[in-house]
């Protein structure tokens, strides 16, 4: 059974940096792209970018380049999602997801990481 | 702005049938497949329809989906209280080189 199990809750302040996590399980972790999804409070789901763990080619949506970092590591099966200064605006819900292609559709999904930046 | 463009509610009584419109322009659902995904509150969103009109393993046939031009419709028939969640339709959008996804359609079974 594939299964993306993402990192804990974060509690974080402006200008810190942060980096969450999604190990795949159940399957060859090289064969499918991780895409991120940001999901705010009371708004809908927006791509970010995704990976490509079998050589860790990235690309991102225009609205998040430059803002975040997709990274993998194929040895532990993860791949990151990583902030060098987090704003209050980087406050929600971050799910990864894959699927059999490279991007949509998204068969699996991860279970989601609450991201809370407050002062 | 979403790229995508949905009603933001739809409602409809148990046993009724609802569809859920999706909007979008020729490089995104004109040129590339529709999906659809289910986001029930607290839970991770949930692959409905894929490549249009494909249901993945264990969606059960009261969910189908459609595709003309630039619009992509959802269907729910049979509407069950459990069916009560957020909506979303999904594509690649070929200008953007990005995944885009409607606004969401809150769907209440009344």
């Known amino acids: 059974e594939v299964q993306l199990v993402q990192s804990g809750a974060e509690v974080k302040k402006p200008g810190e940096s942060l980096r969450i996590s999604c190990r795949g399980s159940?399957?060859?972790?090289?064969?499918?792209?991780i895409s991120w999804v940001r999901q705010m409070p009371g708004k809908g789901l927006e791509w970010m970018g995704r990976i490509d763990p079998s050589d860790s080619y990235t690309d991102y949506s225009p609205s998040f380049q430059g803002h975040v970092a997709v990274s993998a590591d194929k040895s532990i099966s993860t791949a990151y999602l990583q902030w060098s200064s987090l704003k209050a605006s980087d406050t929600a819900m971050y799910y990864c997801?894959?699927?059999?292609?490279?991007?949509?559709?998204?068969?699996?999904w991860g279970q989601g990481t609450l991201v809370t930046v407050s002062s | 702005q979403s790229v995508l463009t949905q009603p933001p509610s739809v409602s409809a009584a148990p046993g009724q049938k609802v569809t859920i419109s999706c909007s979008g322009s020729s490089s995104n659902i004109g040129n590339n497949y529709v999906s659809w995904y289910q986001h029930l509150p607290g839970t991770a969103p949930k692959l409905l329809i894929y490549e249009n009109n494909k249901r993945p393993s264990g969606i059960p046939d009261r969910f189908s989906g459609s595709k003309s031009g630039t619009s992509a419709t959802l269907g729910i028939t049979g509407l069950q209280t459990g069916d009560e969640a957020d909506y979303y339709c999904g594509t690649w959008d070929s200008s953007l080189s990005a995944v885009v996804f409607g606004g969401g359609t809150k769907l209440t079974v009344l």
């Open positions: 997801a894959s699927g059999h292609g490279s991007s949509d559709p998204f068969d699996y």
């Open positions: 159940g399957y060859r972790f090289t064969t499918y792209w």
